[in-house]
């Protein structure tokens, strides 16, 4: 076959370091926009961003020349980078991401229901924290980890 042809979508989910809660509702927006238009910049498609206070939930197409870690390390970098320069979070507020991330291939068939569950983020943080979501994750998708050492 003469071209490469893809269909590479994920679910990602990383939490800010520490899960400190510096996304507030007055900044989320914009948050999310910084984080669209950075995927967008790096080849990426952002199909929906969402998430709370202390993490991130990014339905994300990656170019086949674009390997998931590198595509995280520019959503995850660049984001930062810009939100910290022109001061979203507010004064004196500095973003920083945790180190590592976990993401899941989505099929054409499931993605209008990670759509929803992304935009209903708010109000599934009602019922259940990041942690029990984030492990729950793991648990559904077969990945082992240590409780203990997954959220260093």
């Known amino acids: 076959m003469a071209s490469t042809l893809t269909h590479l979508l994920y679910h990602c989910i990383w939490s800010t370091k520490e899960r400190a809660p510096l996304i507030s509702l ?7 926009r910084v984080l669209s238009a950075t995927a967008r910049n790096n080849g990426m498609v952002a199909v929906r961003i969402g998430g709370v206070e202390n993490h991130v939930h990014a339905l994300i197409h990656i170019p086949k020349t674009l390997s998931l870690a590198e595509a995280m390390k520019l959503l995850k970098g660049g984001s930062s980078k810009y939100i910290n320069r022109e001061n979203i979070l507010g004064p ?24 929803e569950y992304i935009s209903n983020q708010r109000e ?11 492990t729950a994750f793991l648990d559904k998708h077969g990945i082992e980890y240590e409780r203990d050492y997954v959220f260093d």
């Open 26 to 32: 007055e900044v989320e927006q914009s948050v999310w």
């Open 92 to 115: 004196n507020r500095r973003l920083a991401w945790q180190d590592g991330y976990a993401a899941f291939t989505v099929s054409r068939s499931s993605e209008s229901d990670v759509v």
């Open 124 to 134: 599934h943080h009602t019922k259940r924290s990041f942690e029990d979501e984030y």
